[in-house]
């Protein structure tokens, strides 16, 4: 199964069939074609996106553009709600040392006071937590067979499937030529004869065509059987590969690919609805957190965000920063609505009472995007300091045991 890797690139040019060149930013290579379908619609020449890029056989495949955003809410994280209540300290009072409970006395009850198991309780507050929405089902990633590849490989002298193993293996041409170099290094050094470089790069170019189609086609019908539950990324990696001269040239893949491809606009148009319906029903249920969060990861770049929806998602969202909300929870807040689409239209009124170190630093670190939370909150955001991006969900640090202090096992 081929691995996927996420990449920044600069878009070099558009050649106006539908497609632009790129190439890995900060350098010459990789580089290549993506379809505009999947850049955002105010794309450039000059601009700088994240893609999540495949590398195979052939080179690079681009398989999505990244566009800033949060992290996937994680599941069993809990909401931090204000409350109207006073906070009171809890203290602590150790007794003091050779009391005996032989010398505790029971105290004795005032005239007309009940005893302690008999008097009212007085009553808490109850607090009711907004209610969860539903979570859909996790889509699979795709998972294809060797079917077509093995097929291939079993009418190959020895030889030529060392060479189409290698190509198997990515890297395309150039990984054969380097796994050439490499054995004639070590054969000079064993004294042993060396092997005709040309002469394996001439077999690879002959064989890479067959191996590119076999590869394609193991992948296809892996997508074909799961279309219904198939991350969109791995469909659309699948119909962009499709397009490859080599692939597209052979007959047997024709009808597949345009299946495949009719089946990625109408998972695009399902996926749409229910991103849509995710996060009206967060927002309903005044879950804002997660509807930010949400509105921050669309199916596919540069899809429009409908006003109604984003003026309901505004006003829970102003509302929620409130100036008794906790600096915690402004964090959070703030961490959720920077890579969200309304992110501009929300303006802070007032300030929590209390401004944390915590939620200073946050406001540093958010400034270029939200600058009027950073001036709210007392903060002087560099002049050069670089866009934010999303947090990373980091692993609880483990605990280090004193082996000497711990107490040995009999």
Same mark, same amino acid.
């Given at each position: 199964?081929?691995?996927?890797? #996420?990449?920044?690139v600069?878009?070099?040019?558009?050649?106006g069939?539908?497609?632009w060149?790129?190439?890995?930013?900060?350098?010459?290579?990789?580089?290549g074609?993506?379809e505009s379908?999947?850049?955002?619609?105010?794309?450039?020449?000059?601009?700088?996106?994240? /893609?999540?890029?495949?590398?195979s056989?052939?080179?690079?495949?681009?398989?999505?553009? @990244?566009?800033?955003?949060?992290?996937?809410? !994680?599941?069993?994280?809990?909401? +931090? @709600?204000?409350?109207?209540?006073?906070? &009171?300290?809890?203290t602590q009072?150790?007794?003091?040392?050779?009391?005996?409970?032989?010398?505790?006395?029971?105290?004795k009850?005032?005239?007309?006071?009940a005893?302690?198991?008999?008097?009212? #309780?007085?009553? #808490?507050?109850?607090?009711?937590?907004?209610?969860?929405?539903?979570l !859909?089902p996790?889509?699979?990633r795709?998972?294809?067979? $060797?079917?077509?590849?093995?097929?291939?490989?079993?009418?190959?002298?020895?030889?030529?499937?060392?060479?189409?193993?290698?190509?198997?293996?990515?890297?395309?041409?150039?990984?054969?030529? $380097?796994?050439?170099?490499?054995?004639?290094?070590?054969?000079?050094?064993?004294?042993?004869?060396? =092997?005709?470089?040309?002469?394996?790069?001439?077999?690879?170019?002959?064989?890479?065509?067959?191996?590119?189609?076999?590869?394609? +086609? %193991?992948?296809?019908?892996a997508?074909?059987?799961?279309?219904?539950?198939? %991350?969109?990324?791995?469909?659309?990696? =699948? =119909?962009?590969?499709?397009? $490859?001269?080599?692939?597209?040239? $052979?007959e047997?893949?024709?009808?597949?690919?345009?299946? +495949?491809?009719?089946?990625?606009?109408?998972?695009?148009d399902?996926?749409? &609805?229910?991103?849509?319906?995710?996060?009206?029903?967060?927002?309903?249920?005044? #879950?804002?957190? !997660?509807?930010?969060k949400?509105?921050?990861?669309?199916?596919?770049?540069?899809?429009?965000?409908?006003?109604?929806?984003a003026?309901?998602?505004?006003?829970?969202?102003?509302?929620t920063?409130?100036?008794?909300?906790?600096?915690?929870?402004?964090?959070?807040?703030?961490?959720?609505?920077?890579?969200s689409?309304?992110h501009k239209?929300?303006?802070? =009124?007032?300030?929590?009472?209390?401004?944390s170190d915590?939620?200073? &630093?946050?406001?540093?670190?958010?400034?270029? /995007?939200?600058?009027d939370?950073?001036?709210?909150?007392?903060?002087?955001?560099?002049?050069?300091?670089p866009?934010?991006?999303?947090?990373?969900?980091?692993?609880?640090?483990? &605990?280090?045991?004193?082996?000497?202090?711990?107490?040995?096992?009999?």
């Open positions: 199964m081929l691995m996927s890797r #996420r990449i920044d600069e878009l070099t040019s558009n050649k069939d539908g497609t060149t790129w190439r890995s930013a900060g350098a010459k290579e990789p580089k074609i993506v379908t999947l850049l955002p619609a105010a794309a450039k020449v000059g601009d700088v996106l994240k /893609i999540e890029a495949e590398f056989l052939d080179g690079v495949s681009v398989l999505a553009v @990244i566009p800033p955003k949060g992290k996937e809410e !994680r599941k069993g994280l809990l909401e +931090l @709600i204000p409350t109207e209540r006073e906070f &009171k300290g809890v009072q150790l007794a003091k040392k050779g009391r005996d409970d032989s010398d505790r006395r029971p105290r009850r005032k005239d007309g006071e005893p302690r198991g008999d008097r009212p #309780r007085t009553p #808490r507050p109850n607090f009711t937590p907004p209610p969860d929405t539903p !859909r996790k889509l699979k795709l998972r294809a067979g $060797d079917s077509h590849k093995k097929a291939v490989l079993s009418t190959l002298s020895d030889a030529e499937r060392t060479i189409a193993e290698t190509l198997l293996k990515g890297g395309g041409v150039a990984a054969v030529r $380097d796994a050439a170099t490499e054995q004639n290094r070590v054969a000079k050094q064993a004294g042993a004869e060396a =092997v005709p470089v040309e002469g394996i790069l001439a077999i690879a170019e002959k064989l890479r065509p067959s191996l590119h189609v076999a590869d394609w +086609l %193991d992948r296809a019908e997508a074909k059987r799961d279309l219904a539950t198939l %991350d969109l990324r791995d469909l659309r990696s =699948v =119909v962009v590969a499709a397009t $490859d001269p080599m692939v597209a040239r $052979d047997n893949t024709k009808a597949l690919a345009a299946e +495949l491809k009719d089946a990625l606009t109408r998972r695009q399902e996926e749409y &609805k229910l991103w849509l319906g995710d996060i009206d029903a967060a927002v309903g249920v005044g #879950r804002v957190i !997660r509807a930010l949400t509105s921050s990861q669309p199916p596919k770049a540069g899809v429009p965000f409908p006003a109604e929806l003026a309901k998602l505004v006003a829970a969202t102003q509302n920063f409130a100036s008794d909300t906790l600096p915690d929870r402004w964090i959070a807040l703030m961490e959720a609505l920077a890579f689409p309304v239209q929300v303006k802070p =009124v007032s300030a929590p009472p209390v401004i915590e939620l200073k &630093k946050t406001a540093v670190r958010l400034g270029p /995007i939200l600058p939370f950073a001036a709210l909150l007392g903060v002087e955001v560099p002049a050069k300091a866009m934010p991006k999303p947090l990373r969900p980091t692993a609880p640090a483990r &605990k280090k045991v004193n082996k000497e202090a711990a107490p040995k096992k009999d």
